[in-house]
């Protein structure tokens, strides 16, 4: 865009916005986000104007006050980045974020970006399933795993759609070995850098941990892949793609067009995180060394936090609090282990696993002490 001081607006002021607007004050960047919820976690670390996402007044000052918009969350009225886009750069493109809100144009989209997915179709054209097993989902809005059914073999995927509501996808389900990620962010002259590929262990459809890098994953080709869909989609800014391992090959399944929670723990982890380089990806800035520092973890905090002096006194823990007031599966902050050695930071990763059970077995949600909340809680 031009040289810091920048002023960059942000469709979002969740805890991806708080991280975005904290790694953006030491280049000179400062955000604006536009949130509609009373608590906002970025309000720590930028203006907030509190309105609903699409609320023009609000867009129109966005416009006024900033150098160039981006969005922490997929599920934003792409009419109002459209119009911003009229007035000023928008990163990611409007119809980069038009395209992932809706899983079937998404796959159509990684398709033709020569990336291979989980077979799909539309119910209509596809109406007793896969007999390997099938997932229906609801093309927009889903998230976390919800919005989803899932059968051994073939289904009714018309009634399936019926029960879900609105336009769904059908998948063939993927026997995968592991759920990996790859991070990566392209610049406004083209250039991309990749983190390493991880491995991210779910409960219920949520992530839980992240592990970094993965061992033994074909990083190779994940960076092939996602150098493909970023130059041929034209992005700028940081994507996570989410990949399924199955015998060694390698399936996207979802595209985040923004930083991803399987990204947090280069905060730590590598010498430029993966917020940083999205702030300088989306203003014309070169792009940050991703060299790690040593081998990293994270683990989301859902639903409440663990004694945070106890996490503080474990070694190669490093604490994030979103200022959100917990409720049951809410991510609410979480914590990125980099240690000297594999083995470290696996102790380290099962000490807090450990404080998370003492967490829930010992409290009721509300019981949780509650610490400093700069944001308001
Ligand atoms: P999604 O909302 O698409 O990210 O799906 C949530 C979770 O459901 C994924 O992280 C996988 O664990 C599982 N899942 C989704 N689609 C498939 C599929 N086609 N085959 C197997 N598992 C799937």
Redesign the pocket.
């Known amino acids: 865009v031009s040289s810091p001081p920048l002023t960059v607006g942000i469709v979002g002021g969740g805890q991806l916005g708080r991280m975005l607007a904290l790694a953006g004050i030491p280049l000179g960047v400062r955000c604006v986000c536009v949130e509609p919820a009373d608590v906002a976690p970025a309000a720590v670390a930028a203006d907030v104007i509190r309105a609903d996402y699409g609320d023009h007044a609000a867009l129109g000052e966005l416009a006024r006050r900033c150098d160039v918009v981006t969005v922490e969350l997929e599920h934003v009225d792409v009419d109002a980045l459209g119009w911003l886009s009229e007035r000023l750069t928008v990163h990611p493109a409007p119809q980069i974020v038009a395209t992932v809100q809706d899983?079937l144009l998404e796959k159509q989209a990684l398709r033709r970006a020569g990336v291979a997915t989980?077979t799909f179709a539309e119910p209509s054209a596809c109406p007793t399933g896969y007999p390997g097993?099938t997932?229906v989902?609801r093309r927009l809005g889903?998230?976390?795993?919800r919005g989803?059914l899932r059968y051994d073999g073939s289904a009714d995927a018309l009634a399936a759609a019926d029960e879900l509501g609105g336009p769904c996808i059908v998948?063939?389900?993927?026997p995968?070995d592991r759920?990996l990620s790859i991070v990566a962010a392209r610049s406004v002259d083209g250039s991309v850098a990749c983190y390493p590929v991880v491995e991210n262990r779910?409960v219920d459809?949520i992530l839980r941990e992240t592990i970094a890098p993965a061992v033994a994953a074909d990083q190779a080709t994940a960076e092939e892949l996602v150098r493909n869909l970023l130059s041929s989609w034209g992005y700028v800014g940081t994507i996570g793609v989410?990949l399924?391992e199955v015998d060694g090959a390698l399936l996207a399944?979802?595209v985040a067009p923004r930083v991803h929670n399987s990204g947090h723990w280069t905060i730590e982890g590598s010498a430029t995180s993966q917020f940083e380089q999205h702030v300088r990806a989306i203003c014309g800035l070169p792009l940050g060394d991703v060299s790690t520092v040593g081998p990293s973890g994270m683990v989301n905090l859902l639903g409440g936090w663990p004694d945070p002096a106890s996490v503080l006194a474990l070694p190669h823990a490093h604490l994030h609090l979103y200022g959100k007031a917990p409720r049951p599966q809410r991510k609410v902050g979480h914590v990125t282990v980099v240690a000297p050695t594999v083995g470290q930071r696996d102790t380290t990763m099962a000490a807090v696993r450990v404080l998370m059970d003492v967490r829930r077995s010992s409290s009721s949600e509300d019981a949780v002490s509650a610490p400093p909340c700069p944001g308001g809680c």
């Open positions: 899983r989980a097993g997932v989902k889903g998230f976390d795993g989803q998948e063939e389900v993927v995968f759920e779910h459809g989410e399924f399944n979802e």
